[in-house]
């Protein structure tokens, strides 16, 4: 059974013109009720990225996104709450070697999770309010009982592994995507 959930999806990049009949056909597949329809002349008309609204099975646009990745378009698709799922967005520019994805509130913007980061600035405080003497304090926290057993293994490397664990669970956010631009001679 589907499930389809409103979703925003931006698209940039080159796209040689050969591959616009298989590009809009992979909208189509994922994106349904998206108003406008998208052609090859209001595709070489675009000065900004793409930007397309719709519902999709799940929010997810899997064949678009394939489609993107395959061919080195950068990507942003978000997809809001509804019944048992969270809003979320999920970006892809080239260079990275998989998707990322975060949560995010309905205005797309992203949601850090109080349980995993509040442990950490406590920590921080601890840490700057006594050096390292503070680490057996919070062995006991399974929140960050790993990152303090690695801590006091070694503690030359405290900052970069609390920095470590603060990029785990603070999201690297969706860069800005590129305008969308038809390469005619191709």
Excluded at 159 to 171: A, Q
């Amino acid at each position: 059974m589907s499930d389809y959930i409103y979703v925003s999806l931006e698209i940039g990049g080159t796209l040689p013109a050969s591959l616009v009949p298989e590009f809009l056909q992979s909208i189509d597949e994922d994106i349904i009720n998206k108003g406008e329809e998208i052609t090859l002349n209001s595709l070489k008309g675009l000065n900004d990225s793409l930007k397309i609204n719709g519902e999709a099975n799940y929010g997810l646009c899997t064949h678009t996104k394939e489609f993107c990745m395959e061919h080195g378009l950068s990507f942003i698709n978000q997809a809001e709450a509804k019944c048992d799922y969270n809003a979320d967005a999920t970006y892809f520019v080239p260079g990275m070697e998989d998707v990322d994805s975060y949560n995010t509130d309905q205005n797309g913007n992203a949601v850090v999770r109080l349980d995993q980061v509040k442990p950490l600035f406590e920590l921080l405080l601890e840490l700057a309010e006594h050096g390292d003497k503070a680490l057996p304090k919070f062995l006991n926290n399974p929140a960050v009982a790993d990152l303090v057993k690695d801590c006091l293994d070694s503690p030359a490397d405290i900052i970069k592994n609390i920095k470590e664990r603060l990029s785990e669970v603070l999201p690297q956010e969706a860069p800005d995507i590129p305008p969308l631009i038809i390469d005619e001679t191709k």
